[in-house]
Structure formats: C-alpha cells, structure tokens
C-alpha cells in the first residue's frame, strides 16, 4: 500500500486532500506503520524493532526532507553524522544486530516503491 504523505502538512493525505500539498511524497505502509510504532511505543521495546533496508531509507530519506523543510535549509551536517556512525549501523549489517536495529531480509516489503 502507498500512501501520500506531507512533510508541510505533517501526516498522511487522503486522495480527496491530496492536491493541497503537491509536493507531497509517497511512502510505504509499512514505512507508516513503523513512524507510527516509533512514536509511541515504549523504549523497552525499540530493542526489538526491525526494518527492511528500503524501509531504513526511507525512512531516513522522510526524516531527512523534514528537517530540510523545518530548516528552510541543506541539511549539510547530515553526511557529516553518517560519516561517523559507528560500524554495524545501517549499511545492512544484519550480523550484527545486537540491541541495534537490524535488517530482516526475510520480510516482504509490501511497501516498496
Ligand atoms: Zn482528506
């Protein structure tokens, strides 16, 4: 499942509102599903969490426009902090998920695009 959603308008657009925000982006179900768990579920059970590797990108790719949007500004910094992330994060290191995220390639990815 895709659905529209606006980093202006901060959430999920219907098809019947989606022509207030052009510039809105599609995303996957699951990338949904995964900022919704995110934001609400407690912090004993983010050790569990899991994402695809298309869903971690994308992810990353939302979060990254909507401190770009929030900043009115390039947000240069943000290779500068990938640069330095420490070895087993993101990249697919799936054989060392420890307590970090990890990826699950067994998943189906209903919500590529
Ligand atoms: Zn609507």
């Avoid at 052009?22 to 050790?47: C, D, E, K, N, Y």
């Avoid at 054989?95 to 209903?110: A, L, T």
Wanted: aromatic share 8%.
């Amino acid at each position: 499942m895709t659905l529209m959603y606006s980093i202006a308008e901060g959430g999920l657009l219907c098809p019947s509102c989606a022509h207030i925000d052009p510039q809105a982006t599609s995303i996957g179900g699951a990338v949904w599903q995964s900022m919704r768990f995110l934001l609400r579920a407690p912090s004993s059970r983010l050790a569990a969490f899991r994402l695809t590797e298309a869903e971690d990108a994308a992810m990353e790719a939302l979060l990254k426009q909507t401190f770009e949007y929030r900043l009115e500004a390039p947000l240069e910094a943000w290779d500068f902090l990938r640069s330095i992330r420490l070895p087993g994060q993101r990249e697919g290191r799936e054989e060392q998920s420890g307590n970090r995220r990890s990826f699950d390639k067994s998943r189906n990815d209903p919500g590529a695009n």
